[in-house]
Nanobody, 127 residues
Framework: QLVESGGNLVQPGGSLRLSCVVS????????IGWFRQAPGKERGEGVSCISRRDGSTSYADSVKGRFTISRDNSKNTVYLQMNSLKSEDAGVYHCTTDRRGCTAVLTGTTLGVLDYWGQGTQVTVSS
């Protein structure tokens, strides 16, 4: 199960921290990531991913330097700290996992190509 929280309305330039509680996945589901779907768009974007085992991280170019992914294995939780938010960051953010690893999580353009995802949390960026 992947359960997201933390989405909200924020002004451009603001910050949000999303959380994803991960449960019930075996160790081979090592990669946990975030996939966003903008309103009205059929395709989405994998924005960040982290290895539960060693904490290695990866990011889409669109968020590098602004977003930071982290994990707390004692709480089975993955976080996405989002700073300097822009209007184009708005959308539903889904926590995802895939046995193929972070490459699959970041290159997928629709949720359907990934193994599992949560219901999502809404991020709205507007003044």
């Amino acid at each position: 199960q992947l359960v997201e929280s933390g989405g909200n309305l924020v002004q451009p330039g603001g910050s949000l921290r999303l959380s994803c509680v991960v449960s019930g996945f075996p160790a081979d589901y090592d990669a946990i990531g975030w996939f966003r779907q903008a309103p009205g768009k059929e395709r989405g974007e994998g924005v960040s991913c982290i290895s539960r085992r060693d904490g290695s991280t990866s990011y889409a170019d669109s968020v590098k330097g602004r977003f930071t992914i982290s994990r707390d294995n004692s709480k089975n939780t993955v976080y996405l700290q989002m700073n300097s938010l822009k209007s184009e960051d708005a959308g539903v953010y889904h926590c995802t996992t895939d046995r193929r690893g972070c490459t699959a999580v970041l290159t997928g353009t629709t949720l359907g190509v990934l193994d599992y995802w949560g219901q999502g949390t809404q991020v709205t960026v507007s003044s």
